[in-house]
């Protein structure tokens, strides 16, 4: 079992920016792919981006170029930077974990573990 403890989020007027962390309980987190997902009032669970055990990363497109996601495996933690925050980027924010064998992207169904969320919320 993996717990997922997401912090970081908070109100930032539109243009500012905010690092989330996710830090993981647990001796194999270098091992899984991790993610991070939003959702925003009344709208499905998107992804936002991930990182694979080997560093490789994956974004999506209304994030590309705003937003770095990195991990430390010596402190099982995640990060999310994100830079040039839009009032389209509010949304509760979500880590994910995913231990499968098989190369993991964008898919919610992949990922096997979530956290809590924490709420991000970008003025005008």
């Known amino acids: 079992q993996v717990q997922l403890v997401e912090s970081g989020g908070g109100l930032k007027q539109a243009g500012g920016s905010l690092r989330l962390s996710c830090a993981a309980s647990?001796?194999?987190?270098?091992?899984?792919?991790m993610g991070w997902f939003r959702q925003a009032p009344g709208k499905e669970r998107e992804f936002v981006a991930r990182?694979?055990?080997?560093?490789?990363?994956y974004y999506a497109d209304s994030v590309k170029g705003r937003f770095t996601i990195s991990r430390d495996n010596a402190k099982n933690t995640v990060f999310l930077q994100m830079n040039s925050l839009k009032p389209e980027d509010t949304a509760v924010y979500y880590c994910?974990?995913?231990?499968?064998?098989?190369?993991?992207?964008?898919?919610?169904?992949?990922?096997?573990?979530w956290g809590q969320g924490t709420q991000v919320t970008v003025s005008s």
């Open positions: 994910a974990a995913s231990s499968r064998y098989y190369i993991v992207l964008a898919l919610a169904s992949d990922y096997n573990y």
């Open positions: 990182i694979s055990s080997g560093g490789s990363t």
């Open positions: 647990g001796r194999t987190f270098s091992t899984y792919t």
